[in-house]
């Protein structure tokens, strides 16, 4: 058994369904057990999203304004959490304690963006699982927008590491990820629809907000005019591809700004 | 530490600058550790020790100059060797000081049989299943040098590394840096912490606006201070530091933490000249202490200011 798999128990450890978790060896396990520590916060963070989607499909509204919203809600949840948490920690010296380990500076972008990302996926499936419950729509089609929930939350995750590397302040990351977020989901369609040809058709086909857009309209029982889950399912891989390429390529950048 | 070179410095900076566009900074500074040694960066604040020590800890890039560990300019190679401690109390907080130390040690390829001893040593492992959140600001620095202190690291960069502990936290401290230096291992510290320095320290840099005024040996810069004395002086009223300064055998006198710091050969008759000086003036005297220099003193000596404003 290697030094990095060992796992050391004592009667100090937290426990879960009454086993004791091992102690944290990486950086992606500490960030997740801290946030999992922090249950008031992780109780209001999983709510959030109920209080919004449960609204929408026990009223029956519209498809279309209810994608956009779920969308909207997925992309804010992606950027703010990564960029306003990575801004944070350069603010109190933790990402000063990280960039002098002997870890790669891509690692631990990729581990600080994980941690994160996996609280995001868990308010993504759980908005799913209402829907699943409240629509009972197409399996294939519940899996797919499912798949591209995750990639928009590592795309959104990416734009949130990318803002942090430009700002120290958690305030003024709000500000930027606002500016950079409105125009990508207006050119995803979100408000206006995707029209049929032009420039907007294409910038919308290299955005993953376009896509999931659509995936909620249709679980909703929405018509959109270009959704079908297999392009939803090579976009999901392609997004979530370029997210991680880009995540690993920003930790550099992040550990490199000196608060 | 088999695979360290023992000719070369362990640390060693030739020419380093680092200046931001406000032109404050450090530089240009030459500097070297050698197994065993422990390097003091001491200067008052804005002198620059933070932002030298944090090139020589790899966070920071130099603007010039060339700096290297063991003998190599690989940073991320260094990293692998080093253990650094910034003045920021930096955890996961909601977590233990077991669960965060398992992660700095795991990153340094610690052996997990060596953690427990490092909390120990840090008298925190009583209180290690804690989440650091619930413990004190002294006890969270406590465990910020286990982590740091855990499986011997051949070269320990400490920033204010006194700052908030108690008085037997800095005795513990200076004990464990004296045994690591006796077994080989190198340390800078860069502190203004005169007394723990004179614990611990074998070579002093005094840094002043970011310029290295004077680095040599402990024992050199006490041993220039023989025959002399250190007068503290609190009064109320106008300053008296224009008159003291004439006084025969007075060397150095400087403003310093709300009264006035006094340099002076020591002399038959030098009490009873500063406390006539001091009935001449309309000035309240609170309180007057005296006693052997240090590394203060030095520092004024070789200033004309105070280390502690």
């Given at each position: 058994m290697t030094e990095r798999s060992q796992v050391v128990?004592?009667?100090?450890?937290?426990?879960?369904?009454?086993?004791?978790?091992?102690?944290?060896?990486?950086?992606?396990?500490?960030?997740?057990?801290?946030?999992l520590a922090r249950r008031r916060a992780l109780v209001i963070k999983l709510a959030f999203p109920l209080v919004l989607v449960i609204p929408l499909v026990t009223t029956g509204a519209p498809p279309f304004f209810?994608?956009?919203?779920?969308?909207?809600?997925?992309?804010?949840?992606?950027?703010?959490?990564?960029?306003?948490?990575?801004?944070?920690?350069?603010?109190?010296?933790?990402?000063?304690?990280?960039?002098?380990?002997?870890?790669?500076?891509?690692?631990?972008?990729?581990?600080l963006f994980f941690a994160g990302w996996l609280v995001d996926a868990l308010q993504a499936t759980l908005v799913l699982v209402v829907i699943a419950i409240a629509e009972r729509p197409d399996p294939a089609t519940l899996a797919t927008t499912w798949l591209l929930a995750l990639s928009a939350l590592s795309f959104s995750g990416a734009i949130g590491l990318g803002i942090a590397a430009l700002t120290d302040h958690a305030g003024e990351a709000m500000v930027y990820l606002s500016v950079v977020l409105a125009p990508l989901l207006f050119l995803s369609g979100l408000f206006t629809g995707?029209?049929?040809?032009?420039?907007?058709?294409?910038?919308?086909?290299?955005?993953?907000?376009?896509?999931?857009?659509?995936?909620?309209?249709?679980?909703?029982?929405?018509?959109?005019?270009?959704?079908?889950?297999?392009?939803?399912?090579?976009?999901?891989?392609?997004?979530?591809?370029?997210?991680?390429?880009?995540?690993?390529?920003?930790?550099?950048a992040i550990l490199a700004r000196t608060a | 530490?088999?695979?360290?070179?023992?000719?070369?410095?362990?640390?060693?900076?030739?020419?380093?600058?680092?200046?931001?566009?406000?032109?404050?900074?450090?530089?240009?500074?030459?500097?070297?550790?050698?197994?065993?040694?422990?390097?003091?960066?001491?200067g008052p604040n804005g002198s620059g020790k933070t932002t030298l020590l944090r090139c020589l800890a790899t966070r920071t890039r130099p603007?010039?100059?060339?700096?290297?560990?063991?003998?190599?300019g690989d940073r991320?190679?260094?990293?692998?060797?080093?253990?650094?401690?910034?003045?920021?109390?930096?955890?996961?907080?909601?977590?233990?000081?077991?669960?965060?130390?398992?992660?700095?040690?795991?990153?340094?390829?610690?052996?997990?049989?060596?953690?427990e001893p490092a909390l120990e040593e840090a008298a925190v492992a009583e209180l290690g299943g804690d989440p650091l959140a619930r413990l004190s600001y002294g006890m969270r620095r406590r465990v910020l040098l286990a982590e740091a202190l855990v499986g011997d690291p051949p070269l320990l960069l400490l920033d204010e590394p006194t700052l908030g502990?108690?008085?037997?936290?800095?005795?513990?401290?200076?004990?464990?840096?004296?045994?690591?230096?006796?077994?080989?291992?190198?340390?800078?510290?860069?502190?203004?912490?005169?007394?723990?320095?004179?614990?611990?320290?074998?070579r002093v840099c005094f840094l002043v606006d970011g310029e290295a005024v004077r680095d040599a040996p402990l024992s050199e810069l006490l041993a220039e201070l023989g025959g002399t004395r250190e007068v503290q002086l609190s009064y109320r009223g106008p300053s008296p530091i224009s008159a003291v300064r004439v006084i025969?055998?007075?060397?150095?006198?400087?403003?310093?933490?709300?009264?006035?710091?006094?340099?002076?050969?020591?002399?038959?008759?030098?009490?009873?000249?500063?406390?006539?000086?001091?009935?001449?003036?309309?000035?309240?005297?609170?309180?007057?202490k005296v006693r052997d220099p240090g590394l203060a003193d030095c520092f004024l000596r070789l200033t004309g200011r105070a280390l502690h404003d």
């Amino acid at each position: 058994m290697t030094e990095r798999s060992q796992v050391v128990m004592d009667r100090s450890q937290p426990r879960m369904a009454g086993l004791a978790l091992p102690r944290p060896t990486q950086l992606w396990q500490l960030e997740l057990r801290g946030t999992l520590a922090r249950r008031r916060a992780l109780v209001i963070k999983l709510a959030f999203p109920l209080v919004l989607v449960i609204p929408l499909v026990t009223t029956g509204a519209p498809p279309f304004f209810a994608g956009m919203l779920l969308t909207v809600l997925i992309a804010m949840v992606g950027t703010v959490g990564t960029g306003v948490t990575i801004t944070r920690a350069r603010g109190s010296g933790w990402l000063d304690r990280l960039a002098v380990l002997p870890l790669p500076a891509w690692r631990v972008g990729l581990e600080l963006f994980f941690a994160g990302w996996l609280v995001d996926a868990l308010q993504a499936t759980l908005v799913l699982v209402v829907i699943a419950i409240a629509e009972r729509p197409d399996p294939a089609t519940l899996a797919t927008t499912w798949l591209l929930a995750l990639s928009a939350l590592s795309f959104s995750g990416a734009i949130g590491l990318g803002i942090a590397a430009l700002t120290d302040h958690a305030g003024e990351a709000m500000v930027y990820l606002s500016v950079v977020l409105a125009p990508l989901l207006f050119l995803s369609g979100l408000f206006t629809g995707v029209p049929a040809g032009g420039l907007r058709y294409w910038v919308a086909q290299i955005l993953p907000f376009s896509y999931l857009d659509e995936g909620f309209q249709l679980l909703l029982g929405g018509n959109p005019p270009y959704g079908d889950p297999l392009s939803f399912l090579i976009a999901a891989i392609i997004f979530l591809s370029v997210s991680l390429v880009a995540t690993a390529a920003l930790g550099r950048a992040i550990l490199a700004r000196t608060a | 530490m088999n695979d360290l070179s023992l000719t070369k410095p362990w640390l060693a900076a030739a020419g380093l600058s680092r200046r931001y566009r406000n032109g404050r900074g450090v530089g240009p500074v030459n500097l070297t550790v050698g197994p065993g040694e422990v390097q003091a960066l001491v200067g008052p604040n804005g002198s620059g020790k933070t932002t030298l020590l944090r090139c020589l800890a790899t966070r920071t890039r130099p603007n010039s100059g060339e700096l290297t560990w063991f003998g190599d300019g690989d940073r991320q190679a260094a990293r692998a060797k080093l253990a650094v401690v910034f003045d920021a109390t930096a955890h996961a907080d909601e977590l233990s000081a077991r669960q965060n130390l398992a992660f700095f040690a795991t990153a340094r390829k610690v052996r997990s049989d060596l953690w427990e001893p490092a909390l120990e040593e840090a008298a925190v492992a009583e209180l290690g299943g804690d989440p650091l959140a619930r413990l004190s600001y002294g006890m969270r620095r406590r465990v910020l040098l286990a982590e740091a202190l855990v499986g011997d690291p051949p070269l320990l960069l400490l920033d204010e590394p006194t700052l908030g502990l108690d008085v037997s936290g800095c005795q513990w401290l200076a004990e464990a840096l004296r045994i690591r230096a006796r077994t080989g291992l190198a340390t800078c510290i860069s502190t203004n912490d005169t007394d723990f320095v004179e614990q611990v320290a074998t070579r002093v840099c005094f840094l002043v606006d970011g310029e290295a005024v004077r680095d040599a040996p402990l024992s050199e810069l006490l041993a220039e201070l023989g025959g002399t004395r250190e007068v503290q002086l609190s009064y109320r009223g106008p300053s008296p530091i224009s008159a003291v300064r004439v006084i025969e055998g007075v060397d150095r006198a400087a403003e310093a933490e709300g009264g006035l710091l006094i340099l002076a050969r020591q002399r038959d008759g030098l009490l009873p000249d500063i406390l006539a000086t001091l009935g001449d003036l309309d000035l309240h005297l609170v309180d007057l202490k005296v006693r052997d220099p240090g590394l203060a003193d030095c520092f004024l000596r070789l200033t004309g200011r105070a280390l502690h404003d």
